[in-house]
């Protein structure tokens, strides 16, 4: 069972798009955080987010917090080839410190 | 200002030989985590440790899997008689601190190991 639904799976878009990703639980989180990995790395942390219906800005990238803290989403604005890579949501649960909760990511591809 | 390292970034094994991964947490962190990534099933939490103490290895398999977190030295995963269901990317991640109460809980991700078992 995957506590973390991360919608699409796939997104193929031209360079100058507008694009939304999505991180959808039934579960309540503490925080949750935005990875991108690229292949054969690691997780590259990219924002944390605590407050219900906090928004975050990272140049052209915009995460919210969902006011319930139960999901999140990912904008970017005009997006670049250089953005390509799998974005990942991680869920921090109060009731558990330590271990992250992760969904199984949108791999975006920017097309130049 | 070296992040998370792990050691080796590809390990190639026999069934039944055994894994050692190697972890070095960031300067100043005492929190590790281990997780495996499989094609198309995302990041699965193994095992939490601080210094000298396992906290919580609920995600570990039962059989043929350890961890450890020395008091000097990485922190070592440890895959005993290895199959080839094994074969993932282990990551590790570090974390500056997880206080009680509020998580707010960052968390660094070294460049993982890819274990491929023949």
């Known amino acids: 069972t995957q506590l973390l639904e991360q919608s699409p799976q796939f997104l193929s878009i031209q360079e100058g798009e507008n694009l939304t990703v999505y991180c959808n639980s039934s579960s309540v989180f503490s925080s949750l955080q935005w990875y991108r990995q690229e292949p054969g790395e690691g997780p590259v942390l990219l924002v944390t987010v605590v407050t219900g219906g906090e928004v975050k800005k990272l140049k052209r990238l915009t995460f919210q917090f969902g006011d319930a803290r139960k999901d999140s989403s990912l904008h970017i604005t005009a997006a670049q080839p250089g953005d390509t890579g799998l974005y990942l949501c991680a869920g921090a649960a109060g009731s558990t410190l330590g271990r992250l909760y992760f969904g199984r990511g949108t791999q975006l591809t920017v097309w130049p | 200002n070296a992040g998370v390292m792990q050691n080796p970034r590809h390990l190639v094994r026999r069934r039944g030989q055994e894994a050692r991964l190697r972890c070095s947490p960031m300067?100043?962190?005492?929190?590790v985590y281990w997780y495996r990534q499989l094609p198309e099933e995302g990041l699965k939490f193994m095992v939490y440790l601080q210094k000298e103490n396992i906290i919580d290895e609920s995600g570990m398999p039962k059989e043929r899997f350890s961890a450890e977190f020395p008091k000097e030295g990485p922190s070592i995963l440890r895959i005993q008689q290895v199959v080839r269901g094994d074969s993932a990317a282990y990551f590790c991640?570090?974390?500056?601190?997880?206080?009680?109460?509020?998580?707010?809980?960052?968390?660094?991700f070294g460049p993982g190991t890819r274990l491929t078992v023949l």
């Open positions: 991640a570090s974390s500056p601190t997880t206080s009680g109460g509020l998580s707010y809980n960052e968390q660094f």
């Open positions: 300067k100043g962190h005492s929190h």
